[in-house]
C-alpha cells in the first residue's frame, strides 16, 4: 500500500452559506474540477468512494458524469470520521488492482440552520444516543465540549489559552481568498466576549455551517506519475476504533480523553518510514475546536496535557511547531465534513497552499477524532 | 422540531429493566451472569467472555462529576425552556469506570441556572434522583451531595 497511489486530482465548489444549486449539481462540479485539474476523461473512472451521510447516490454521480464502467464502490461511516477512511479504500482498491481511477467526494448543503441534524430527534429514542439526548446534552458541541473541560481541569488550562485555536485558523483563512471568513478578522477579545455555545465553548469554538463540495481524484504510483499535477502519495493510511468506543459521546473507555486517534496515529506510524518529527505540516479535524489540542497529543506531535500550552504560544501558526490547517479549517475555511482538509494537504504538498509550509514534504491529515476515524500521512516527491 | 424532551425507548430486551428501575427510584448496573464484570451502555455481550446471559444490581447512586456542560441556544424547545441547564457526567461510586449522563440539580430549586449560584466543581460528589417523564420512564438526575 504504501506510496502505491496518489491524489493527483482536486477540486472544489465555490463555498456558500446558501447555494443555489442542489447537492447534486454541487457533487457534479467538483469532481469535474477535479477530474480536469487531474487531466483524467470521466470515462476513465472506475473506483467510487463516500461517506454513508453523503446524499448524493454513486450511481447517479456515475450516469451523470459519465464514468465508464465502475469496478469499486464503498462508503465510510461515522460522519466526521469518514474523509480519510473513503480514501484510504479507494487506494486498496487501486493499490489491489481492483481499480485504476478513483474519485472521493463530500457534498453538503448544511448553511441552512434547518439543515442541523440534532435539531431532527425524534419523541423517542432507541439507538445509543437514548443515554445522552433525553438529559440535554443535545447536540455534538454539547458532546465535545464535555471532554474539554475535563482536560482544562486536568492540565489547568483557561478560555484565555482555548482563545488560540480559533485566532490561529482565522489567520490562515485572512489568507485564503475561498475561505469563508476570508475577510472576517477576530480578535482575542471578539473570542472573550463571545456568546456560549455550550459552556466552554463558545460560537468561534463551533465549525462554520455551509454549502459546497469538493472532491478528489486517486491513480496508481505509475500513472500518477506521467500526469500533469505533483502527486500526493499516500504514504501510510489508516482507520482507528478505540476499546469501548462509540459515536461522539466517547465517555465509555477506561480514560475518556484518549481517544480513537491514538488507535489510528499508533497504526499510521507503524506502517511509515517516517517518524512524527518528519512531518511538516497537518490538517486536524475540527468540527469543534478541542478536537485541535487533543489530536495534537494523540498524533504524538507533544506530550498529554500539553497542546494548549503550545497552541497558546503560536504552535500551529506559521511559523510555529507544526502548522495547522492552514487553509482556515472548518472552522474558518468551510465546514465540509473534514473534506477541505484533505484537499489543503495536497495542497501543502504541490506548494500552493496561501499559507505554504516551505519545502512541505510530509503531509498529515485526520478525521475526526470523537468518532471511529481514519487518517493518511500524503508524501511528495 | 419535537416540543418535549425526547425519551429513551424503553421496550429494548437489552435495557428494559434498567427503565423499569428508574420507575422505582433505583439505579441499577448490568452486570455479566458469568465474569461478573459491570458494563455500560447496556448490551446482550459480554465484553470480556462473551457471555449473552446478565443480571442487574442496584447501586448506591452516588457518584462523582466527571465533567459538566451548560448548552445554550440554539437547541430542542424543550431544552431552550430550560437553558442555562447543567448536564454532568458521572462515574458511579463503587464503578469508578462507569459514567453516566444527567442534569445536575439542587433539591430545592430545580435547574442549577449558573456556575455562580451554586459552588461545584469536577471531582464533587452527587448522587441520583429520579423524575417521573411518562408512564414508562423516569430520568435520572443529580444533585450534590453536601
Not at chain 1, 437514548?130 to 481541569?153: N, Q
Not at chain 2, 458511579?92 to 466543581?121: A, Q
Request: charged letters at 25%.
Amino acid at each position: 500500500m504504501k506510496d502505491k497511489t496518489a491524489i493527483v486530482g482536486i477540486g472544489q465548489t465555490v463555498f456558500e452559506k446558501k447555494s443555489k444549486d442542489t447537492e447534486l449539481i454541487l457533487a457534479c462540479k467538483a469532481i469535474k474540477n477535479a477530474l480536469d485539474d487531474a487531466g483524467i476523461e470521466p470515462r476513465e473512472v472506475d473506483s467510487l468512494g463516500s461517506y454513508t451521510f453523503e446524499e448524493t447516490e454513486g450511481f447517479e454521480i456515475a450516469r451523470n458524469l459519465g464514468f465508464g464502467e465502475v469496478h469499486y464502490w464503498s462508503e465510510a461511516p461515522y460522519g466526521g470520521g469518514a474523509s480519510c477512511a473513503a480514501i484510504g479504500q479507494v487506494a486498496m482498491s487501486i493499490a489491489s488492482g481492483i481499480s485504476e481511477v478513483g474519485v472521493v467526494w463530500r457534498s453538503r448543503k448544511r448553511g441552512d440552520p434547518s439543515s442541523r441534524m440534532w435539531s431532527h430527534a425524534e419523541e423517542r429514542m432507541y439507538d445509543h444516543w437514548k443515554w445522552s439526548r433525553p438529559f440535554g446534552l443535545v447536540r455534538p458541541a454539547d458532546e465535545s465540549s464535555m471532554l474539554m473541560r475535563r482536560y482544562l481541569h486536568e492540565y489547568s488550562y483557561s478560555r484565555e489559552d482555548m482563545a488560540h485555536i480559533a485566532l490561529s485558523l482565522r489567520k490562515y483563512a485572512n489568507n485564503n481568498e475561498k475561505a469563508l471568513m476570508h475577510d472576517k478578522e477576530l480578535s482575542f477579545d471578539d473570542y472573550m466576549e463571545a456568546r456560549m455555545i455550550s459552556d466552554p465553548l463558545c460560537l468561534f469554538d463551533n465549525c462554520l455551517e455551509s454549502d459546497g463540495a469538493i472532491a478528489v481524484v486517486l491513480v496508481s504510483e505509475q500513472r500518477a506519475n506521467k500526469l500533469k499535477q505533483k502527486p500526493a502519495y499516500i504514504h501510510s493510511y489508516s482507520q482507528g476504533m478505540s476499546d469501548q468506543h462509540q459515536l461522539m459521546t466517547d465517555y465509555h473507555g477506561s480514560n475518556p480523553l484518549i481517544s480513537s486517534s491514538y488507535t489510528t496515529a499508533k497504526n499510521l506510524y507503524r506502517q511509515s518510514d517516517y517518524s512524527v518529527n518528519d512531518i511538516d505540516v497537518a490538517q486536524f479535524y475540527d468540527a469543534f475546536s478541542p478536537m485541535i489540542p487533543f489530536s495534537l497529543e494523540a498524533y504524538q506531535f507533544c506530550g498529554q496535557g500539553e497542546a494548549l500550552g503550545i497552541i497558546s504560544e503560536g504552535g500551529i501558526d506559521l511559523d510555529g511547531l507544526l502548522p495547522v490547517n492552514t487553509s482556515g479549517g472548518g472552522m474558518s475555511e468551510v465546514y465540509l465534513h473534514g473534506m477541505n482538509l484533505v484537499v489543503e494537504g495536497v495542497r501543502q504538498i504541490r506548494g500552493t497552499s496561501t499559507s505554504q509550509v516551505k519545502d512541505a514534504k510530509l503531509s498529515l491529515v485526520t478525521t475526526c477524532d470523537a468518532t471511529p476515524n481514519a487518517a493518511i500521512l500524503l508524501k511528495g516527491d | 422540531m419535537i416540543k418535549n424532551i425526547p425519551l429513551p425507548g424503553t421496550d429494548d430486551v437489552h435495557d428494559e429493566i434498567f427503565w423499569k428501575s428508574t420507575l422505582e427510584s433505583k439505579l441499577v448496573v448490568q452486570h455479566c451472569s458469568s465474569c461478573d464484570e459491570p458494563r455500560f451502555p447496556p448490551r446482550p455481550m459480554c465484553p470480556y467472555c462473551n457471555s449473552l446471559s446478565s443480571v442487574w444490581k442496584k447501586c448506591s447512586g452516588e457518584g462523582t462529576i466527571y465533567s459538566f456542560v451548560v448548552p445554550r441556544p440554539p437547541l430542542l424547545p424543550a431544552f431552550e425552556e430550560l437553558s442555562p441547564y447543567i448536564v454532568a457526567l458521572v462515574a458511579l461510586k463503587e464503578y469508578p469506570s462507569i459514567r453516566m449522563i444527567g442534569r445536575l440539580k439542587t433539591k430545592e430549586h430545580g435547574d442549577i441556572k449558573s456556575l455562580e449560584e451554586v459552588k461545584f466543581d469536577i471531582d464533587d460528589e452527587v448522587k441520583v434522583s429520579f423524575e417521573k417523564m411518562a408512564d414508562d420512564v423516569a430520568l435520572p438526575y443529580w444533585t450534590l451531595i453536601t
